[in-house]
C-alpha cells in the first residue's frame, strides 16, 4: 500500500496559492516547459487567468520521496463556497497561506473555520516574505489568535509554519533564511499532516466533485473512506434522498501529476475518479452492492441572491451571438446545475425567463462571463437578494464587510456604509492604512464596489462574506442618478454627443449603433432623460467661426460586467453578447414606459428639449 498524504490549500484571494501548487509540481520535476513561459498550469480556464482567480477546484497529485500527496486547489472567495464545502470532504489536512503583508482576510477565516470545524491539521505556509514592509511575525500571531477566535483544538493550534516565497520558488522555517527548494515546505507536510485512517469493511466513497469527458459522460470524483473498489465491481448508489439505484464501475482512475491514470482498485484513503456510475449529483454515496451504508451528504450553503436570465429580445438580436434561443439558454442553465454546486434555476414567470439563484455577483457573473464566450447571447436582469421568513420575521442576508484603505478617504466609505444599513465593528490602523470592519446587508454591498474604487482611486482592498440571516434593516437608498436613453435607432454621432455634454456622462461612442429605448449614458439628474444621438449635422453651404469648431469629448464610461450587474435599476436589463454589453430599459418604447410609470404612480421620463 502506498503512503498518501491528502491536502487543500486555503489562502485568499491573491495570495498566492495556485503559484505555489505550480511550484511544487516543478518540485516534484513534473513540469519544466510552463516555468519558462511564465504560465500558471492550474488556473489554465482563461477568465482564471485573466482575473487572477480561482474558481474551479482542482484535483493534482506529486510523488515525493515515495510518499503520494494529493494536492487540492481551493477557490478563495466566499462566493464559491459550494466547491470549498466538498473539497475539503478528500482532505486531512490544510496548507494555509498567508500573505507576509496583509496578514489573514475575512474569506481566508471563511474556508478555515469550515477546515477546523472538521478537525483538519494545519500547516501555515507565510508567503510573499521578499515583500517591502512584511511583517511575518506579526502575521503569525495574527493567525494564532485567528485560530483560537475558530475554536481550534490543542493539536490545531500546535501548528508548524513554513515561510517563504512561492514566486521565487524556496520556503523556509526561518524567513530571514532564505533556501533554494521547497523541501521545507514538502517535508512539513509528510511530517506534520496525517497518513489518511485505512478502514477496513464493506467500500463507502461520497461523492464531492465531478468531472466531465465528452467520450464517456459524467465522472464522479471522491475519496474512498471504507473499504476497496475494483473494476467492474457492482455496486449501489445511495443518493440524497434515501432511494437507491443499482451501479457497475467501468472504469478507475486515480490521480498523478496533472492527468489520471486507470487502475485496477482503490482503496481506502486515496482520491479516485470513477466512469459508468450514472444519474448521480453531488454529495450522493457509492456503496456495498448487498449491504448499502451511505455517508453523510456534504452540507451546502443556500444562495442569497437571485437574477433574471431570459433571451435576449433586443433589436439587435442574433448579430453576434451562435446561441441565441430558450431552448438554447435553457440547456446550458441545466448543464450548468450538474457540475456547480451552489447554483439553482427556477422558470420565471414570465416566458422565456428563468430566475437563478447564487451565492453572490460574482458566483453569477462568471457563469454569464462564461456564457458570453461559449457565444451565447442573453439580457439579465438587476440582482435581486432573496429574502426569507423565520418565525414570521422578514430577514434578509448579512455580510462582514472588511476595507482596508488609505486613511485620507476613509470618511466617506464609513458615511456611505453607514447610509446602506452598515454598522461597524472594528477601526484599526495597519501601516498607515485602516482596517475597516462592518456587518452590512447583502442589498447595501451592491454597487459599493464601484464607489470604494473611485474614492479610494483603485486603492482599497474590499472583501465581504455571508454570516447570517437577520431581521429586514429597511429601506437602502439606490442609485440617484437617472438614466440617459437613445429616443431612437441609428448610428450616434459625435455632433450629437457633444451637444448633449452637459445631460450627464455616456457609455457609448461616436459611431457606435444604438436602439430606441437603449441606456447610453448616465443622467446629471436624478430622472431619466430621453435624448436624441443620432442627430447629425446640416450641411449648408453658410460659413461661420463658432460652426465649425472641432467636437472635444469626454472619454465614455466602461464598466465591468460585475459593475454593469450592480449598476442597472429595476426596470433595466444588461444584454449580454459575445462581442457587446449594452444597457437597456426592459420596456424599449417610450409611449409604452410612460403609460407604464402612470400605472404605477411613478413621474413620467423627462423629455430632452433639443
Known amino acids: 500500500m502506498q503512503d498518501i498524504r491528502n491536502i487543500a490549500i486555503i489562502a485568499h484571494v491573491d495570495h498566492g496559492k495556485t503559484t505555489l501548487v ?23 480556464n482563461d477568465l482564471e487567468r485573466e482575473r487572477g482567480i480561482t474558481i474551479l477546484a482542482k484535483n493534482v497529485s506529486i510523488d515525493y520521496k515515495g510518499v503520494k500527496i494529493n494536492i487540492i486547489d481551493t477557490p478563495g472567495h466566499a462566493d464559491f463556497g459550494g466547491e470549498v464545502e466538498r473539497v475539503l470532504n478528500m482532505a486531512d489536512g490544510v496548507l494555509l497561506l498567508v500573505d507576509a503583508f496583509e496578514g489573514p482576510m475575512p474569506q481566508t477565516r471563511f474556508v478555515l473555520q469550515k477546515a477546523l470545524q472538521m478537525q483538519l491539521k494545519p500547516i501555515v505556509v507565510i508567503n510573499k516574505v521578499d515583500k517591502l514592509n512584511c511583517r511575518p511575525d506579526e502575521v503569525q500571531e495574527a493567525v494564532f489568535d485567528l485560530m483560537c477566535a475558530l475554536d481550534a483544538t490543542e493539536d490545531q493550534l500546535d501548528f508548524q509554519t513554513i515561510y517563504g516565497s512561492a514566486k521565487n520558488g524556496w520556503m523556509s522555517t526561518d524567513w530571514k533564511q532564505p533556501t533554494t527548494d521547497l523541501t521545507a515546505l514538502m517535508d512539513a507536510i509528510i511530517k506534520y499532516i496525517p497518513a489518511p485512517e485505512r478502514l477496513e469493511g464493506t467500500p463507502q466513497m461520497l461523492i464531492t466533485s465531478l ?30 434522498d434515501g432511494s437507491t439505484v443499482k451501479q457497475k464501475i467501468k472504469e478507475l482512475r486515480t490521480f498523478s501529476g496533472l492527468g489520471q491514470q486507470k487502475v485496477e482498485e482503490v482503496s481506502s484513503g486515496d482520491i479516485c475518479a470513477i466512469v459508468g456510475i450514472e444519474g448521480f449529483e453531488i454529495g450522493d454515496t457509492i456503496c456495498d452492492y448487498n449491504e ?56 420565471a414567470e414570465t416566458e422565456d425567463a428563468w430566475r437563478v439563484y447564487g451565492r453572490g455577483v460574482l458566483h453569477l457573473s462568471v457563469l454569464i462571463e462564461t456564457m458570453r464566450r461559449e457565444g451565447y447571447e442573453l439580457q439579465v436582469g438587476q440582482p435581486q437578494v432573496i429574502i426569507k421568513e423565520i418565525d414570521g420575521v422578514k430577514c434578509e442576508p448579512i455580510e462582514q464587510l472588511t476595507v482596508n484603505c488609505p486613511e485620507d478617504c476613509s470618511g466617506k466609505i464609513i458615511e456611505y456604509v453607514a447610509v446602506h444599513k452598515g454598522d461597524m465593528v472594528s477601526m484599526t490602523t495597519v501601516n498607515d492604512r485602516l482596517q475597516l470592519e462592518f456587518t452590512i446587508p447583502s442589498r447595501g454591498i451592491i454597487g459599493m464596489r464601484t464607489y470604494v474604487m473611485n474614492v479610494s482611486a483603485g486603492e482599497a482592498i474590499m472583501s465581504h462574506r455571508f454570516i447570517e440571516y437577520q431581521p429586514y434593516k429597511g429601506d437602502i437608498v439606490k442609485r440617484t442618478n437617472g438614466s440617459l436613453i437613445a429616443m431612437e435607432t441609428g448610428t450616434a454621432y459625435a455632433y450629437a454627443l457633444d451637444k448633449l455634454q452637459d445631460r450627464g456622462r455616456f457609455f457609448i461612442y461616436p459611431q457606435e449603433e444604438v436602439y430606441a429605448g437603449q441606456v447610453v449614458g448616465e443622467s446629471a439628474k436624478d430622472k431619466d432623460i430621453v435624448i436624441n444621438v443620432t442627430k447629425s449635422k446640416k450641411l449648408t453651404n453658410m460659413r461661420s467661426k463658432s460652426a465649425d469648431d472641432k467636437a472635444v469629448l469626454s472619454p465614455p464610461l466602461i464598466m465591468s460586467l460585475e459593475e454593469a450587474l450592480e449598476y442597472i435599476k429595476e426596470d433595466e436589463y444588461v444584454e449580454i453578447t459575445p462581442k457587446a454589453m449594452r444597457f437597456r430599459k426592459i420596456i424599449l418604447d417610450e409611449l409604452e414606459r410612460k403609460r407604464a410609470r402612470s400605472r404605477a404612480g411613478l413621474a413620467p421620463d423627462e423629455e430632452d428639449d433639443e
Open 22 to 44: 505550480d511550484k511544487m509540481l516543478y518540485t516534484a520535476h513534473l513540469f519544466r516547459e510552463n516555468e519558462q513561459k511564465g504560465e500558471l498550469i492550474l488556473d489554465n
Open 292 to 347: 448499502p451504508e451511505p455517508l453523510k451528504p456534504i452540507a451546502i450553503d443556500e444562495p442569497t441572491m437571485s437574477m433574471l436570465f431570459t433571451i435576449n429580445d433586443s433589436p439587435f438580436f442574433g448579430k453576434d451571438g451562435k446561441y441565441v434561443t430558450s431552448r438554447h439558454i435553457h440547456d446550458r442553465l441545466m448543464k450548468e446545475l450538474d457540475k456547480n454546486l451552489a447554483l439553482r434555476v427556477e422558470k
Open 211 to 240: 468531472d466531465y469527458n465528452p467520450y464517456v459522460g459524467r465522472i464522479a470524483v471522491g475519496r474512498v473512506h471504507r473499504g476497496t473498489l475494483r473494476e467492474g465491481m457492482n455496486v449501489t448508489l445511495s443518493k440524497r
